[in-house]
């Protein structure tokens, strides 16, 4: 079940810089590895990645996070962003309207798409392709 809440309409530049000021993964004290999981079988990146998510469940700026890791998946692709893992973020971004996708500027949406937690189950995430 997902659920949205409203925002302010900010430019990229805005909500990068929030999540910059705001995300608790800047001051963890995690070696950076830490938020790159190696494994391509999700359940075992969700492990290897386990101490970084727990990061993520408190963070002020989750779910903006989470919101630039699907627009801008050149580099969202990567590591842990908004307490998910690249598999669960290529789900969501699949399912992503595609106009909100790798756009530029103000964020159109308006709305913050809340991801499910726990994580979506393994049936139903192949691959970690998001085309």
């Known amino acids: 079940m997902t659920s949205s809440l409203p925002v302010q309409r900010l430019t990229d530049d805005a909500l990068w810089a929030r999540v910059a000021r705001q995300a608790r993964c800047a001051d963890s004290g995690f070696d950076p590895d830490q938020w790159y999981p190696v494994s391509i079988e999700p359940a075992q990146a969700r492990h290897e990645a386990a101490a970084a998510i727990a990061v993520c469940t ?74």
């Not at 700026?61 to 989470?66: D, G, I, K, W």
């Open 58 to 131: 408190s963070c002020p700026v989750r779910a903006q996070c989470l919101e630039l890791s699907l627009r801008h998946w050149d580099i969202g692709q990567h590591g842990v962003w908004g307490g998910l893992i690249a598999t669960d973020r290529a789900y969501l971004r699949r399912r992503w309207p595609a106009g909100h996708r790798g756009r530029r500027g103000t964020v159109v949406s308006g709305m913050i798409v809340r991801p499910p937690f726990p994580p979506v189950p393994l049936d139903r995430v192949q691959g970690g392709d998001a085309r």
